[in-house]
């Protein structure tokens, strides 16, 4: 068996709702892409999911269950969770997924939510891999670091005023 045989696939259309943040690591470390041995429906010799579009777009994932593609960065962390092709439902379009006129996977991946989407999940795996604090421990630092400012500037006025008793001003 190939590797592809051996990793499990899991079909990212059942994380499309509640996702937990395992599930959005896994769907986003695991570059679980469609397995070499899936057979894509094929209406036609021309429209159907192609695997190749997979090197020209990483973040995309293909739902044998839904016979659709999704991106695995705005399933993760679109803002946009209302209705939105490749986000909540599977996009199908197959003829028009790289046409010159319409060209939708073209189109959302230079989409402003989909960039947003790809900082987040950055971002995401970051602060997992220990690479960028979280947001606590960059608040604690941040704490810290004031307290330590305020410390010094006590200090520096309690010396003055020190000063100033001593000679009685």
């Known amino acids: 068996q190939s590797d592809d045989q051996n990793q499990q696939y899991i079909d990212i259309a059942d994380h499309v709702q509640g996702i937990t943040s395992a599930h959005k690591e896994h769907i986003l470390r695991s570059n679980h892409k469609s397995p070499r041995y899936c057979r894509f429906p094929d209406n036609s010799s021309v429209r159907h999911y192609r695997k190749e579009w997979e090197k020209?777009?990483?973040?995309?994932?293909?739902?044998?269950?839904?016979?659709?593609?999704y991106c695995a960065y705005c399933v993760c962390f679109s803002s946009t969770r209302y209705n939105a092709e490749l986000v909540t439902k599977p996009f199908r379009d197959w003829k028009n997924a790289m046409g010159k006129q319409r060209g939708t996977l073209n189109v959302h991946d230079q989409s402003e939510?989909?960039?947003?989407?790809?900082?987040?999940?950055?971002?995401?795996?970051?602060?997992?891999?220990?690479?960028?604090?979280?947001?606590?421990?960059?608040l604690s630092t941040a704490y810290k670091q004031k307290v330590e400012k305020n410390r010094r500037a006590l200090i520096s006025i309690i010396d003055v005023l020190l000063a100033l008793g001593e000679r009685g001003i």
């Open 56 to 69: 020209k777009f990483p973040w995309l994932r293909y739902s044998v269950k839904e016979d659709g593609a």
């Open 113 to 138: 939510t989909h960039k947003d989407a790809v900082r987040a999940a950055e971002s995401f795996l970051s602060t997992i891999d220990g690479r960028m604090q979280t947001i606590t421990a960059d």
